[in-house]
């Protein structure tokens, strides 16, 4: 069964998909990767993007797509037993309430609508309260300023820099690998720390709408996705 899986940039539930990513390869089903532009930096931000490359048979990357919606165009050709975003932003969740295909993501699910192949959406921002990651960050009231920054010289990819009074990690070149964070004697470096955020009424209003569409199976975790997808495949089957 091939499947196209699109990422976007959220924190919440980025290393569950990667997982099941994982283990639908390992089962032999085949995945081709979208990645939003925001979803690539998420992905190496917090080391996990050779693990979905790894396991994608191929990948389509927004800010290496031009146009967006080349990659986007093998729906048509009904290619795909289904269409996943997981995770999928808000601002995704948006456009496909709203109908807009301006981005790569957004133009697969478009045509995943036009071509009746079936789309499973998994929202970030579901409920009350969700779990999520924060990005890499420095402390800077652990930070010491220190001229010769230890931190700063174990970066493979030199992300982290000083603006003249603080130090700053450079989300676009961090790879999530938490050199610094083992180097800092002061405990400064701050990696993939969970915290808990409060969803939105506007948001929580936008998911009720993305059920209203029948073409649409709504996720509210990660792992419901494969029991859909297990659902899809015994259907294709039946037919």
């Known amino acids: 069964m091939r499947v196209a899986w699109c990422i976007t940039g959220s924190g919440w539930g980025i290393s569950e ?18 990645v939003s532009e925001a979803g690539f930096y998420v992905l190496r ?8 490359a790894q396991n994608v048979t191929s990948l389509a990357l927004e800010h290496l797509e031009k146009p967006v919606y080349q990659s986007a165009l093998r729906v048509w050709g009904g290619a795909y037993a ?23 993501v957004t133009c697969v699910a478009t045509y995943a609508r036009k071509t009746k192949t079936p789309l499973v959406v998994a929202p970030a921002d579901v409920g009350e309260r969700r779990q999520s990651l924060l990005p ?28 003249g ?23 400064a470096v701050v990696i993939h720390k969970r915290i808990e955020i409060r969803i939105r009424p506007f948001d ?11 073409e649409i199976m ?20 039946d037919r």
Not at 45 to 52: H, V
Not at 165 to 187: F, T, V
């Open 17 to 34: 998909a990667v997982k099941l990513v994982e283990q639908l390869s390992s089962n032999g089903w085949t995945i081709d990767g979208f």
């Open 45 to 52: 931000m917090y080391g996990l993007w050779k693990r979905f």
């Open 82 to 104: 289904a269409v996943v975003i997981a995770p999928c932003t808000t601002n995704t969740v948006a456009k496909l309430v709203e109908g807009i295909a301006d981005t790569l």
């Open 136 to 163: 890499p960050y420095i402390d800077q009231r652990r930070c010491k300023r220190c001229e010769d920054c230890v931190a700063a010289k174990a970066c493979p990819r030199e992300a982290i820099w000083f603006d």
């Open 165 to 187: 009074r603080q130090y700053h990690i450079d989300l676009r070149l961090c790879n999530g690998c938490a050199r610094c964070k083992e180097a800092c004697p002061y405990e």
């Open 204 to 214: 929580k209003r936008l998911v009720e709408r993305l059920h209203q569409f029948p």
């Open 218 to 237: 709504v996720a509210t975790t990660i792992e419901r996705i494969a029991t859909i997808l297990q659902q899809i495949m015994t259907s294709a089957q």
